[in-house]
């Protein structure tokens, strides 16, 4: 009787384990998010769909295109080759690097740096390109640069086009350790004095080298940048908040940086939150394992959570990357 009894509770429990539902397995978009040498991503949304505007991670001579990605669902990029190239933009030869990207008025303007100058001297500096749509292609909205000189010390590079609450658009921008920050005017062609009559405005704050970045989230302002030599291990971002765009920023700490287990190098990101959701991502990019070239970088995205203080928690970087999130 005993072993009668035995075999039906063997029975049992072997048609409750195969009767259980297999666990769903989540798909992930995976780190990187797609082939290929990119960095300096800018993540945007457009018309419910997620976009992302690198930079062509190679030698300066051979960085004179944009590609750009878009996604449904943050799990599957489609390429859209060439969306802007230096053959468009006669004063542009090289270096072509740090997108940025807004849509305005039915327009969609796409800044970029170029020619890596040095000196007030060299032809170079921050571009504007202008499309119909998301995808290009970008035509010369100036037929110069926006931006030639050096400003405060800021190199031209490394730009971020910033829409405040009252509507009005900032240029943040600026390398060599200096940030810049200046009022554009309706038709981004120029720039609007701050009341004291000054047009570029420092912002630098403690440890900023490059790729600056700013967000509005629950009325504070939220002022990102790298640190570190953008061809080592130590590249990182860290940020600070305040009360207004002009700052003062304090440092509060890194939230993104290198995991010796995944990748190195990781820096130069942006933020994109879902419209819909209160969901934040970085994309960022960062050295895969071994790489000693200096120009091979991959774009990645990993979640952005923020704690009960309002704090941005450290950033895990990932293999995996995110789940899907389309916006319905």
Aim: proline letters at 7%; charged letters at 25%.
């Amino acid at each position: 009787m005993r072993a009668i009894l035995i075999l039906i509770f063997c029975s049992l429990s072997a048609i409750s384990v195969y009767s259980q539902k297999p666990e769903k397995l989540v798909k992930r978009s995976g780190n990187p998010v797609f082939p290929g040498w990119y960095a300096d991503p800018e993540g945007a949304v457009f018309d419910r769909t997620f976009w992302i505007y690198p930079t062509f991670s190679d030698k300066y001579e051979k960085q004179v295109f944009l590609d750009a990605f878009s996604s449904k669902d943050l799990l599957s990029w489609k390429k859209h080759p060439s969306i802007l190239d230096t053959a468009g933009f006669k004063w542009a030869k090289k270096a072509v690097w740090a997108p940025s990207i807004i849509k305005k008025d039915h327009k969609y303007y796409l800044l970029f740096g170029a020619n890596d100058i040095q000196s007030d001297q060299e032809i170079g500096g921050i571009g504007v390109g202008v499309a119909d749509r998301p995808e290009g292609p970008f035509k010369d909205h100036l037929g110069k640069p926006l931006v030639d000189k050096f400003h405060n010390g800021a190199q031209p590079i490394d730009q971020f086009v910033f829409k405040d609450k009252d509507g009005q658009h900032y240029l943040i921008y600026g390398g060599w350790k200096h940030c810049n920050m200046a009022k554009l005017n309706d038709d981004f062609s120029g720039f609007i004095p701050f009341s004291d009559g000054t047009v570029f405005k420092e912002i630098t704050p403690e440890n900023y080298v490059e790729g600056p970045y700013m967000f509005i989230r629950d009325g504070k302002y939220y002022f990102m940048w790298s640190e570190g030599g953008w061809t080592g291990p130590d590249y990182s971002v860290a940020y600070a908040i305040s009360d207004s765009p002009l700052g003062p920023f304090k440092r509060i700490g890194k939230v993104l940086q290198q995991d010796p287990n995944v990748a190195t190098g990781a820096g130069h990101h942006s933020v994109i939150k879902h419209p819909k959701k209160n969901d934040y991502y970085m994309v960022y990019h960062r050295r895969p394992l071994g790489e000693t070239d200096g120009n091979h970088r991959v774009t990645c995205i990993d979640r952005m959570e923020f704690d009960a203080k309002g704090y941005i928690k450290p950033v895990k970087i990932t293999f995996e990357g995110v789940s899907g999130n389309p916006i319905k």
